[in-house]
């Protein structure tokens, strides 16, 4: 029997750039109908919407452009195991947080044992299998890179020694940098690349330890003080290039937040009250709610409250770019 790989790998030339062709442009159409979905630009699922405490072994969409939410990087939903049941297949870096049950993972060659509470990196491209023997349902929150966008790789572009010294400027105000002739811009751009790019190289490095999995001993959600802790990425070990996990406490009585922007973000509130202001959008926010924050947005976190809010959050890893595509129509 040939199989699909064989069967395209069989192709001429031109046989194969027409079956590229005609792949590239059902691909666009059907992508160009989540463009006209993400224009509704959703920013909230209530928790009674979400449901997280029901969600069963079966696929459940959450936050994604298919429900009308202006993301393009990641997906959110629940899915699981039913009792006795196992499953393998390969996509692109995924994030799991186990919610109900327990069972195995397999990753590449790997096996671990997961449990409610845990959390687990698939790095993307790595065939994998989720089994539970246990009678009971296995289900697991999960945050998937979008299929059909690409792995980021940093490509820095590095010199032992900058070929000229870049220009000083007082500061990288977009008022300064407007001062620069050509050239000296360019310089200075170098340098900053240059910078940046050591610096990715180091994550390179720890991506190297290829770690999989974080033990709810390890990350104790309702116990981790006022901040951000980070708890999958790639400074941690993980091979993961997509996005990253973190848990951000914010104190009651934060009556206002730190504007910032950021690559696409979907929070998951665990615990308290607040306000999330996404750009000019003010929404109320509660335990079980979810919020997506489009790439590129303002936003701030607020907590007039007298309890603590916190929130898991899977954001773009930044530096990283926002995957829009450019597909080629035929006419008609």
């Not at 393998?88 to 186990?98: F, Q, R, S, V």
């Not at 998937?144 to 032992?160: K, S």
């Not at 910078?195 to 974080?214: D, P, S």
Request: net charge negative; with cysteine.
């Amino acid at each position: 029997m040939t199989t699909g790989d064989d069967a395209l790998g069989a192709l001429s030339p031109e046989a194969l750039y027409e079956r590229y062709m005609d792949a590239q442009a059902a691909f666009g159409r059907a992508s160009l109908g989540l463009d006209e979905r993400r224009k509704q630009n959703r920013l909230h699922v209530s928790a009674a919407e979400a449901d997280i405490a029901n969600a069963g072994p079966d696929q459940r969409m959450i936050v994604g452009p298919e429900l009308g939410f202006n993301i393009h990087n990641l997906h959110v939903f629940t899915s699981g195991r039913a009792g006795g049941s196992e499953r393998y297949h390969t996509h692109g870096d995924a994030l799991k947080y186990y919610i109900k049950g327990a069972g195995f993972e397999l990753i590449g060659e790997e096996r671990f044992e997961v449990r409610t509470g845990d959390f687990c990196h698939v790095p993307a491209n790595v065939w994998h299998g989720t089994e539970n023997p246990s009678p009971e349902p296995l289900v697991f929150l999960a945050a998937q890179q979008f299929p059909g966008t690409y792995r980021q790789v940093a490509t820095p572009f590095m010199h032992e020694a900058p070929p000229q010294r870049p220009p000083e400027v007082k500061d990288l105000s977009l008022g300064e940098l407007a001062k620069l002739e050509p050239w000296p811009l360019y310089l200075r751009y170098l340098e900053e690349q240059m910078t940046f790019g050591r610096i990715a190289l180091e994550l390179q490095h720890r991506r190297e330890q290829k770690r999989l999995l974080v033990r709810r001993e390890d990350a104790p959600l309702m116990e981790w003080g006022p901040g951000r802790h980070h708890i999958i990425s790639p400074e941690l070990g993980f091979d993961i290039y997509a996005f990253q996990l973190f848990m951000e406490h914010v104190p009651g009585g934060t009556e206002r937040g730190l504007p910032q922007t950021s690559g696409d973000a979907v929070r998951y509130y665990i615990e308290g009250r607040g306000v999330e202001v996404i750009d000019e959008t003010a929404i109320e926010v509660e335990a079980g709610d979810f919020v997506c924050i489009p790439a590129g947005s303002l936003h701030e976190t607020r907590n007039p409250n007298a309890e603590p809010l916190r929130f898991i959050c899977w954001q773009q890893i930044p530096g990283t770019y926002l995957q829009i595509h450019t597909p080629v129509l035929p006419e008609g």
